[in-house]
RNA sequence: GCCCCCGUGGCGGAAUUGGCAUACGCGUAGCGUUCAGAACGCUAUCCCGCAAGGGUCAGAGGUUCGAAUCCUCUCGGGGGCACCA
């Protein structure tokens, strides 16, 4: 090979980074542009080839920026703390505090390599103290505020990981982490409050461009329902049963009620409860079960009837039975539900099974054939005075009548943020049982909790030779006295520090706001500089995985927002809404081996060192932007890599090549239209076509080589490859960088050509082309087409019943 | 079960305000270069047909002068949510 990459590429990788070509002023910028790229965690050897091609797509919208004029700012650092980090130290047996250095070192190795415009200056880690600080002190404005609290409840335990997880991390009952079963467990935790942002999570959806499949599952997470609030009296009792329903117009059709069999009101009313023991016994079993296992779809309704209990149903009298039953969740809406077996499939199949009467009240509008459980709306029968109103009309008026309240209900739920495991971001919260015991404290909800002091920040996380998760519902942090013991900041007596950290997604939900005052001067006295948000944010492009569709992007848009409203963050002018923090956000596909998706566990990752070396970052680079859409992903195959490796190897050629006399008008069309091409490519992330753009540009250039056309071809080339493209730049006499350039422009005149080719159809069948002038009306056309021996031979003596003309394409006769 | 995405040559894919199906690349074959191979260059490469021509975008139907593209249904693949009242 005649194309020395290797001596290339290493030459380049020090000349940008000695001439800071990625580093922009930030504070003096005149064009400020965000190009964020979700930082990766380190809890592999090292990087995958996925993990590169993320990188390098966004890489290639931030070159291309930044030619077209723009301070182009691209950061770097390591999502470093964390259980992914934790469980990995935790398989190769080193200490997740020793790991860090050499995982961190190996990242950054492979992160030099792939040639990305990194601004290396404004890395960070989020173990670090001078970064975790601040992750502390976000938490500690968030519980002042009233946004972080504490409660009791039955919350997501991993058990292969040890600790409690958010909703958002148990994926089908399963840790996302480590796949392990998760249980309920009654547990105090800390949480915090972004249902309180539910309506702006979702309603802002609407104004920001994102990827469409991203805002759906954001949408679905937030999962609103409209509905009403209806109270049922209990028969002799002071006691209601609550029920939240989307569908009041079904009320008529009420056969039975079933609550949660953690609902509080089975105590109250135990006295009533004549099978009290058959009761306990199946609260019992349902404690025991996983999520999965209760919430399995296939599962057999189960329940038990809460003998002696009678509710009344509010729009008729009429008496019902109460059940308690698994398949209502004490976590959603009121914990209980009124049945309506007729149009529930749920309730029908519990009904079903315990024989219970089903009363139908809604008539489906389409009369559709052996329907067992009509659950759309309707016009309402067997409903007393409301029959014959249609379902939305009688949703209003039935909840009028029963004196109900329409409500809104959302799925999501409070985050649970703390962790009982070793390596993250202590909570900085104090408990004081002195001030417990008086009723002390900042929020009146929780006596003897008190924020550590901020000057007093970072709460240091310590070495804890033995970090390995306990299992008791303590993180190890427990065990280190000199950690927990310390002075109440209000009494001054005894006191204990929290000893959880928090969530991982916390460290992550703020990264992008601290990489442009990482150096500030005030670095260690804020965690950003207010100028600097304000010329910078929000971000202008977010790229990432479409895995996060629920988890950081949901978290990250919550802390920002809230921030946002306590004042403490501002991005000024922006066309999003106000604290939304990416307008705009692009998720790039997945890249999978053999049609799996690339996992340690199934031992086909691709590493990317081994290509690097072999055929150069630029060929990589290029073959996994070429193999399919960065939004679509695709399967890596590297025989293909070999058709990368020989295009360059071209462009090698191409550069020692004299330019050729003719061909002139040819070339110069070429060149405006690919510029044209490529430009617009790039900014759909089309970035296979834009290089298959590229390839049919370097076929004219061999066959007609041209110095000017070289030079636009290699900053077109510039984003894709760059490391090439500066070498041979600099080959042509140069001496500025090729990345600072300007982006080529074309000339919209040079590229409307004066004769096109006209196709010809008949009944709208492709027949013939031929060259015609641009101008050409439809009459003319029609002449020439039928003027065509092809065409006459067609046509013979048929006549046109029609003549459709579409200028500048084609002509269509209909015989 | 619900929601979203996808289905085009041997392969990755191109073609979207509906207008030449298969761009670009991989692979394969033939020829050239070579002692030979690798590499490289040229040519061919959806199917039937000697050709003229006909067929083809998972399958069926529809809208249209015209459909890979829009609509309906069916089949197949992938992803998300999942007893959310």
Known sequence: MSYPFQKIEKKWRAYWEKNKVYEPDLKKAKKPFYNLMMFPYPSAEGLHVGNMYAFVGSDIYGRFQRMRGYDVFEPIGLDGFGIHSENYALKIKAHPMEQAKVSEKRFYEQLQMIGNGFAWNERLETYNQGYYKWTQWIFLQLFKNGLAYRKKQAVNWCSGCKTVLADEQVISGECERCSGKVIKKELEQWFLKITEYAEPLLQNLEKIDWSERIKIAQKEWIGKSEGAEIEFKIQNSEFKIKVFTTRPDTLFGVTYMVLAPEHDLILKIKSQISNLKEVKDYIDKTKGESDAERTEINKEKTGVELKGVKAINPANQKEISVFIADYVLSTYGTGAIMAVPAHDERDFEFAEKFKLSVIEVISPLIISDKIKCWTGEGKLTNSSQFNGMISEKAKEEITKSVNGKKTIQYHLRDWL????????????????????????????????????????????????????????????????????????????????????????????????????????????????????????????????????????????????????????????????????PFPKFRSHGLLIKEGAKMSKSKGNVVNPDGYIAKFGADALRMYLMFLAPFEQGGDFRDRAIMGIARFLERVWELSDKKDAKNGRETKEIIAQKTIKKITEDIERFKYNTAISELMKFINTLEEYPDKNNFEIFLKLLAPFAPFIAEELWGKLGHKKSIHLENWPQYDPRLIKEDKFDLVIQINGKFRDKISVSGEIGEKEAGEIAVSQEKIKNLLKDKKALKIIFVPGKLINIVI
């Not at 280190?480 to 001054?492: A, H, M, T």
């Not at 927002?561 to 004042?567: M, S, T, V």
């Open 417 to 580: 943020i703390s962790r009982q495991r070793y390596w993250g971001a202590p909570i900085p919260m104090i408990y004081c049982e002195t001030c417990a015991q008086s009723g002390k404290g900042e929020k009146p909800a929780m006596p003897g909790w008190h924020a550590t002091p901020e000057k007093d920040l970072p709460v240091v996380l310590p070495y804890v030779e033995d970090f390995r998760p306990k299992g008791t519902g303590e993180s190890p942090l427990a065990t280190d006295k000199k950690f927990y013991e310390v002075k109440c900041p209000q009494c001054g007596k005894n006191a204990r520090r929290e000893t959880d950290v928090s969530d991982t997604f916390l460290d992550s939900a703020w990264y992008y706001l601290r990489y442009p005052s990482v150096n500030s001067a005030t670095a260690d006295l804020e965690p950003w500089n207010h100028e600097i948000i304000k010329k910078w944010f929000p971000v202008n492009l977010y790229t990432g995985g479409a895995e996060h569709s629920v988890l950081h992007l949901l978290y990250v848009r919550f802390v920002a927002l809230a921030l946002h409203d306590l004042k403490l963050l501002d991005f000024g002018q922006s066309a999003a809404p106000r604290g939304e």
